[in-house]
């Protein structure tokens, strides 16, 4: 087995990323349990208003750009009144418009609205404008877990387990909701200075009623479940998969199925068993724990009703061996140290005082923009 240079990244495996093409229904046995305590399906509600400090438009100051997916950017401002810092994501309503996204971007701020734990990010306040929709949420300096990959290489053993156990415990949150996130990566995992994780960008998760899946490829290349490319109808097992070939990846510093050739990733996927690095050939670093093998391979069952978590939900995750001694309650509460220290990625080379304008809509766009206004008012709810 080779492994790759973690500082060299496949740029087409970060962005191929395609929407549902249809949801059908499965049999009511082929879905996983929704809830940790095993309840009935929950459907998720909008926290009040009134837990969010208002914030105005107007008092915004855009610095600098800091991301950029298929249908946003997103840049670093600040709060001129409290001089706090955050993050806020731009999309422009005639992509939107032009891509059928409306209703899935609604569904993203739904599902951030509607969240509120310790290891998934928090929308602070929706601003609907003319020709843009743009959330605000917390601003991470330390960036997230594919610069630490490539600044760390690789993770010990006994830190991965307890990243595990964050991404873990937001997984099951979601699917309590009977949300599907979709888009695992390290990419989409935020680092905060204490070294926990919360999980950003929900724009392919989907909400499924008991019994529904959907059918269509959505994802990122190397984390896409094997069900997915077959072309089967999926559901929350998707997720135990993707968490499977990010733990992996940080203990290995490469995705388990990688390969140049984004064909031949997905082939891999579809047909190769996993594999391990010999601890011969690359060294000590290489060696894992049995319980930690099991917990991986579980998690990478090609079939998803025999995959861990696919059928018993995140109680079974919750219950495997490779957990056993872990304090959840207070993981939950960050009250366990987790013995790393992120590191600070490299500066963009843009000084903090260059402000990059945003890009300009044309007299065209915002006509069509304003003949569909109705569209974007429930934005304002």
């Given at each position: 087995m080779q492994i790759r240079n973690?500082?060299?990244v496949r740029q087409e495996s970060l962005v191929q990323i395609e929407t549902d093409i249809e949801c059908t229904i499965v049999a009511k046995r082929d879905v996983p349990i929704l809830a940790i305590n095993n309840s009935k399906y929950q459907a998720f509600q909008l926290r009040p208003r009134e837990e969010y400090k208002y914030v105005e438009f107007r008092d915004i100051e855009l610095i600098k750009q800091i991301g950029?997916?298929?249908?946003s950017k997103v840049y670093l401002v600040n709060n001129k009144k409290t001089k706090t810092e955050h993050a806020l994501k731009s999309i422009r309503k005639d992509f939107m418009l032009s891509n059928g996204q409306v209703e899935s971007i609604k569904q993203e701020r739904d599902i951030m609205k509607a969240m509120n734990h310790p290891f998934i990010i928090k929308l602070q306040e929706v601003f609907n404008q003319q020709a843009r929709i743009y959330f605000l949420m917390p601003y991470y300096p330390l960036g997230n877990m594919r610069q630490q990959l490539r600044l760390q290489g690789k993770f010990p053993e006994e830190i991965?387990?307890?990243?595990a156990a964050q991404l873990t415990l937001a997984i099951a949150t979601l699917h309590a909701k009977g949300i599907v996130y979709r888009d695992l990566k390290p990419e989409n995992i935020l680092v905060g200075n204490d070294g926990y994780m919360v999980l950003a960008d929900f724009g392919v998760s989907r909400q499924l009623k008991p019994g529904e899946a959907s059918l269509g490829r959505v994802g990122t290349v190397d984390y896409i479940a094997a069900?997915?490319?077959?072309g089967q109808p999926h559901s929350f097992p998707v997720d135990w998969w993707s968490l499977g070939v990010l733990l992996y990846e940080l203990l290995v510093s490469q995705a388990p199925f990688y390969h140049d050739d984004l064909e031949q990733?997905?082939?891999n996927v579809k047909n190769l068993p996993l594999r391990w690095p010999d601890p011969k050939h690359h060294g000590?670093?290489?060696?894992?724990?049995?319980?930690?093998?099991s917990f991986i391979r579980g998690l990478l069952d090609k079939d998803p009703k025999k995959r861990l978590g696919g059928v018993e939900g995140p109680l079974e995750v919750l219950r495997h061996p490779y957990f056993e001694g872990l304090d959840f309650a207070k993981l939950e509460k960050k009250e366990l140290k987790l013995n790393w220290t992120p590191k600070m990625p490299?500066?963009?080379?843009?000084?903090?005082?260059a402000v990059i304008e945003e890009s300009v809509v044309s007299r065209a766009q915002l006509e069509l923009v304003l003949q569909n206004k109705q569209k974007f008012s429930h934005f304002e709810e």
């Open positions: 973690p500082q060299s950029e997916g298929g249908f991965v387990r307890l990243m069900e997915i490319y077959r990733t997905e082939w000590p670093g290489f060696s894992f724990k049995p319980t930690t093998k490299q500066p963009p080379q843009q000084a903090r005082a």
